[in-house]
């Protein structure tokens, strides 16, 4: 290809002859269709200057006007000066009438003279305001206005001579139209003919300007791709040359990468296999540390439930011995002669308590001392569940905890295939989360009354705090194919990085807390125990909790078919729904101790 500076450069001649050759056309058609009104221009020119009504010229009026408002500050009579630059303003009016007044009465019959609508004498200059000059107009009585009338009207401005120094110059401004419609037509025809002609002139050069602009260019093209050919074929001979030096130095090069390559090979032989005996030495390792590790936790927890269930059997067995006093006096007064029926129906009904506080003390300790690894699984209904273990718990929760608790049950049973006494457990341990929240939540209430300045103010929020209560609320519903079981507090909640911890085994907030000291809590057993049972029972548990707004607990728990025989038993009664209480703005811990549970 042939660049396109040095194409442009070569063109350059026949593309000046080109625009010389359009310019001296335009020119002429531009001077051909513009000389009559540039004469007509010049013969009004020349009739506005020289004509002479009252021996002088409209110049020379007008600047005479002009020299009577500039000796306005002499001495004579001021009316007299008014006088004279009035008439000196109708003498002017009056030259203006006089000059067109021959064209006016003789339009008609004076084919070639120019037919004037209005004149004007203007007063120019820094100083024309400043003197009060006038404008000094003629309009024509007939109703042919220059706007109206389009194109045929023209409008010529010509300024008279200045002086050096002047301050106010005349201006006439004459709107005529040239000549009559004819003229102006043939000369409009005229005009169009000529660019015609320049158009087809301008076409024609343009066509040949292009003509051989593309000849030129092909033929430099031709002379270029020659060239182009000629270099191509002489840079592939070298490249040829090149290619067989280079060809002959990778030759040397590659035999040389391969000695290189096949001593690499073998070092990199040597230290795969160094590396493989080491990853297998460390596998061994990791091995037998792993299994280490799983000995010790498996020894840690059996210690940790051997510790537990000895411990539960110590208490079980002193809680025993304490029951065989009473159940030996139970017996004693039962078989007294003239013993009341009345009384003799409470004694049997607190023997009965007796021995149902045995037995829930024989299943609590055989599920302490159960792994809850090992199941027992039986098919166990959610609903009964919860309301044996609110009917436990729910005269101590309201007595001694000052917690309410509400137990919300769907209208169908929902069974679950599972470990009765783990579940049982696990559905405590969240109750006694519950009530340690609150606990907490109470005494919080407490110091945060305590440190308020004002005592009246300080009296009412501890009279508050006291009277606080915790609201715990059990529920279950349907989702899908699981059960939900829900136990949420108004309790004093966790943060996040509690939240995210508290389901670790021995992780807890109370075991440097004095408040728990002597009872089950602060092992950080509880939660741990929960998560094991959801995990071993194929459910998940799901915790929502923020600081000073309680804490919600969801098990998920899959869900097993009913039993036949209880397929068409009526649903269980669901307890009321019992408005939460709202928390206060400013909650506070205190100084409450929560009781030791019942077991």
Not at 212 to 219: H, L, M, N
Request: proline letters at 6%; glycine letters at 4%; aromatic letters at 8%.
């Amino acid at each position: 290809m042939v660049p396109l500076g040095r194409f442009l450069l070569r063109l350059s001649p026949l593309i000046l002859l080109w625009l010389g050759t359009a310019a001296l056309l335009g020119w002429l058609l531009y001077s051909r269709a513009h000389w009559s009104e540039v004469s007509d221009q010049a013969n009004i020119r020349e009739w506005v200057e020289n004509t002479r009504i009252f021996r002088k010229t409209l110049t020379e009026l007008a600047y005479e006007y002009i020299d009577l408002h500039r000796q306005e500050g002499n001495s004579e009579d001021e009316t007299a000066w008014e006088v004279r630059r009035r008439n000196k303003r109708d003498e002017i009016a009056e030259h203006l009438r006089a000059m067109v007044e021959p064209l006016r009465l003789h339009s008609a019959q004076l084919p070639l003279f120019p037919e004037v609508a209005r004149i004007e004498v203007r007063f120019e200059g820094p100083a024309a305001w400043r003197l009060g000059l006038t404008p000094i107009l003629w309009e024509s009585p007939k109703a042919f206005p220059p706007a109206a009338a389009g194109s045929l009207w023209r409008t010529l401005w010509i300024p008279a001579a200045v002086g050096e120094g002047a301050e106010v110059y005349p201006v006439v401004r004459v709107d005529y139209r040239l000549h009559t419609y004819n003229r102006l037509q043939l000369q409009q025809e005229e005009y169009r003919l000529w660019q015609s002609v320049a158009a087809a002139v301008l076409i024609l050069s343009t066509l040949l300007a292009f003509y051989q602009t593309v000849r030129f260019w092909r033929r430099e093209q031709r002379v270029e791709q020659e060239k182009w050919r000629q270099a191509i074929a002489a840079e592939h001979r070298e490249r040829e040359l090149l290619q067989a030096q280079v060809a002959a130095a990778q030759m040397e090069q590659q035999v040389l990468q391969a000695r290189i390559k096949q001593q690499e090979a073998e070092r990199a032989g040597e230290e795969l296999r160094r590396r493989m005996l080491e990853q297998q030495l460390e596998a061994a390792q990791l091995e037998q540390r792993a299994a280490q590790a799983e000995r010790q936790a498996l020894e840690l927890r059996s210690q940790l439930y051997a510790s537990i269930g000895i411990l539960a059997g110590s208490y079980a067995h002193n809680i025993k011995n304490l029951l065989v006093r009473p159940n030996d006096l139970l017996a004693r007064c039962l078989d007294a002669p003239a013993l009341p029926g009345e009384q003799k129906q409470m004694l049997q009904e607190v023997r009965a308590t007796l021995g149902t506080v045995t037995e829930r003390l024989q299943q609590i300790l055989r599920t302490v001392r159960r792994d809850p690894k090992q199941l027992a699984p039986t098919l166990v209904n959610l609903a009964h569940l919860l309301e044996d273990t609110c009917h436990t718990w729910l005269e101590t929760a309201r007595d001694k905890w000052k917690v309410e608790l509400h137990l919300h049950l769907p209208e169908e049973p929902l069974y679950v295939r599972g470990d009765l006494s783990h579940l049982q457990q696990a559905v405590e341990n969240l109750l006694f989360n519950a009530r340690d929240a609150t606990f907490e939540m109470r005494n919080y209430l407490r110091n945060e009354a305590r440190r308020d300045a004002d005592p009246l103010r300080r009296r009412q929020r501890l009279l508050a705090a006291a009277s606080w209560k915790g609201q715990v609320h059990l529920r279950l519903r349907r989702q899908a194919s699981e059960a939900i079981l829900e136990v949420a507090d108004n309790g004093i909640g966790m943060t996040e990085d509690i939240r995210a911890q508290c389901l670790q085994t021995y992780f807890s907030t109370k075991r440097d807390n004095a408040l728990y000291e002597g009872y089950s809590a602060g092992m950080g057993l509880g939660l741990s125990f929960v998560a094991m049972v959801m995990d071993h029972h194929g459910g998940s548990i799901d915790i929502e909790s923020a600081p000073l707004q309680g804490s919600l607990f969801r098990l998920r728990l899959p869900l097993a078919p009913a039993p036949a025989s209880e397929s068409n038993a009526a649903p269980p009664a669901a307890a009321p729904l019992s408005p939460p209480q709202p928390l206060p703005s400013d909650p506070a811990r205190g100084g409450d101790h929560p009781p030791s549970d019942p077991t």
